[in-house]
């Protein structure tokens, strides 16, 4: 599929691994990969896992393309945003594999998934952007309010607050967490149960769970080019 988002399709089940240098970072060309390996797994009716390297989902949006001016940042963002909201409302299940760090945009992956499956260890886990002088975009308050704890989502959003992989659990980012070593195994035993349920119906459902959240997206989005821009 490509040399920054491999694909590997087996038994119904598509494996996306991020390979974009030592963070994962997301760049415009990443998303267009994210983006055209989606498509795939469409037309190939798969239940889709997204993973990275091992140690790393991502560490978040290529910071060479977000401090190369306010258009080229408002674009990254845009597109990342778009992803996260595709991703919300994908035909079929998506899990996420995360193996190590998951940092800014690497963790909203997570929060963008049906099911996440981390790896024990001294990783971090969060959202890093106002340690780094980042104020968070709109889509990113939403997105976190919706899927994280409320305590959780105060912590991690206005204090940068970093979590563990164990209490990454406790927040909201992550469903459950394994040895390094059994990482594939069971995304891949998740991945073949939620292949026994009824995809129109998973379709469907999810959607209706995710209606106000999808809208509320879609005007954030929308904010934050006005806004950003």
């Known amino acids: 599929m490509s ?10 089940i598509a494996t996306l691994t991020l390979n974009n240098g030592k963070v994962n970072a997301i760049s415009p060309d990443v998303i267009a990969a994210f983006n055209a390996a ?4 469409v037309t190939d009716r798969a239940v889709v896992i997204i993973t990275g ?13 977000m401090t190369a001016g306010p258009k080229e ?3 990254l963002v845009t597109a990342g945003s778009t992803l996260a909201r595709r991703l919300l409302a994908h035909p079929f299940p998506v899990i996420v594999a995360c193996p190590g760090h998951a940092v800014a945009k690497g963790a909203f992956i997570l929060l963008s998934a049906d099911y ?35 305590s959780a989502f105060h912590r991690s959003v206005i204090n940068g607050e970093m979590f563990d992989p164990q209490n990454a659990v406790d927040a909201g980012f992550l469903d459950k967490v394994v040895s390094a070593e059994e990482l594939q195994g069971v995304a891949l035993a998740a991945a073949r149960q939620l292949k026994k349920i009824n995809m129109t119906a998973h379709k469907n459902t999810k959607l209706k769970v995710r209606k106000a959240l999808l809208e509320t997206l879609d005007n954030a989005i929308a904010m934050d080019q006005q806004h950003l821009g």
């Open 3 to 12: 040399e920054l988002i491999a694909y590997h399709l087996e038994d119904g």
């Open 38 to 41: 989606l498509d795939q797994a």
């Open 53 to 65: 390297q091992p140690g790393i989902l991502s560490g978040g949006y290529d910071l060479k393309v």
């Open 73 to 75: 940042a408002v674009s």
């Open 116 to 150: 996440r499956i981390g790896v024990d260890g001294p990783f971090s886990i969060g959202l890093n952007e106002v340690q780094i002088g980042m104020t968070m975009h709109h889509a990113g308050i939403e997105l976190a309010r919706d899927r994280l704890r409320r």
